[in-house]
């Protein structure tokens, strides 16, 4: 049957830009992942136009304008865990962040929310629900147990997907979003520059410390301490201790370098240089080490619900790396530890192996496509 004349052709109409909102903002562990996922966006849609949600006060306002996207901010909505007075402020700080983010939503003509947890992800997904912004949601967690807003979330998903099993949504396991700086890293080509790079002995085994951006103490001092030990072993070590923190380590002669440093700017350059870490196990830093092979020994945080231990678990069931708790994390069990490792290629080249079995490489083009997805439906 023709079309009729006074209908017009639907197809010819120019359709507007494609506009994507993360929510992700407040520590690096939620803004990493989204901008992760806003770059891989970008490469498989030129044409997408991104912006991030973010507040005041988090780490987004220097992270996300270095990356190029613009930033809006919204009132962060912390979640209190036990009755205060911040419990009885939650349903005024809802509103007032719910109404900022739904003026965003309608000023980028958004067609789809990416929220990754934290305090712009709950009011970010409340918006997207409202009449007159009703859009598609996407959830991503990547914890190994979803926080609340995430939960929240996920009720009215389009789509979730989840870091590792267990989190409590249901979704796909993709792992985490990461740059391409680091999924694509060479370690063994990059050495000898990321060695120059931080002044480490070209040729010594190499340990790489590190408690997050700003440090861990049971860290700094259980490593400073086996810092004797390290040295006599022929083992050189680079630690960074956090910009409020500093390590005390005398100089061994003949022995290779112990260097110390407040913050790591370049992390692809310190996987490089290491033949092993000491670290937390943030849900970040357990993606960023698997997804680069590198032999851990994870040391998840003593407080909390016990997340950190659950997120490092997959990757030491393969052999990748172990797990200390700690209280446990001693200068003599430091040396204990280290030592045996970096004086045995075969056992570390196995670990490398166990932990790039549990990487997740290309999680930010498979959460894209999930995301380019529900937003083509809200065209």
Not at 14 to 36: D, F, K
Request: with cysteine.
């Amino acid at each position: 049957m023709p079309d009729r004349p006074d209908q017009p052709d639907r197809t010819d109409r120019p359709r507007r830009p494609l506009s994507v909102v993360v929510a992700g903002g407040g520590t690096a562990g939620h803004i990493e992942p989204a901008l992760a996922l806003a770059d891989a966006v970008r490469r498989l849609r030129p044409d997408a136009r991104v912006t991030a949600l973010g507040t005041a006060r988090g780490l987004e306002t220097t992270l996300v304008p270095k990356r190029g996207y613009p930033l809006e901010l919204v009132p962060p909505v912390p979640l209190p865990r036990k009755p205060s007075k911040d419990l009885a402020a939650l349903p005024w700080r809802i509103v007032r962040s719910v109404r900022r983010t739904r003026q965003v939503l309608r000023e980028v003509d958004a067609n789809v929310v990416v929220g990754f947890g934290g305090y712009v992800a709950l009011p970010a997904y409340l918006a997207a629900r409202l009449p007159g912004t009703r859009m598609p949601v996407v959830v991503h967690e990547a914890n190994a147990t979803a926080g609340i807003a995430n939960k929240v979330g996920a009720r009215h998903a389009a789509a979730v997907a989840a870091a590792v099993p267990g989190s409590g949504l249901d979704g796909p396991v993709i792992g985490i979003p990461l740059r391409r700086a680091i999924t694509g890293l060479d370690r063994e080509a990059l050495r000898a520059k990321a060695r120059a790079h931080f002044g480490l002995d070209p040729d010594a085994p190499t340990l790489l410390v590190f408690g997050g951006s700003q440090g861990a103490r049971s860290l700094n001092e259980a490593v400073a301490g086996a810092a004797g030990a390290l040295a006599r072993a022929g083992i050189g070590v680079l630690h960074a201790h956090g910009p409020k923190n500093s390590v005390e380590v005398e100089a061994v002669r003949g022995a290779p370098p112990y260097v110390a440093v407040p913050y790591l700017e370049r992390m692809d350059l310190a996987y490089a240089a290491a033949d092993l870490t000491i670290c937390r196990s943030g849900a970040m830093t357990v993606a960023e080490v698997s997804a680069v092979g590198l032999p851990a020994i994870y040391v998840p945080l003593p407080h909390g619900n016990g997340e950190q231990r659950l997120n490092a678990l997959p990757v030491v069931e393969h052999g990748g790396g172990l797990l200390v708790e700690d209280a446990e994390l001693t200068p003599e069990k430091v040396a204990e530890l280290v030592v045996p490792l970096l004086t045995s290629g075969e056992r570390l080249s196995a670990m490398s192996v166990g932990a790039r079995r549990t990487g997740h490489a290309d999680a930010d083009e498979t959460l894209a496509r999930m995301v380019l997805d529900a937003a083509e439906g809200d065209r």
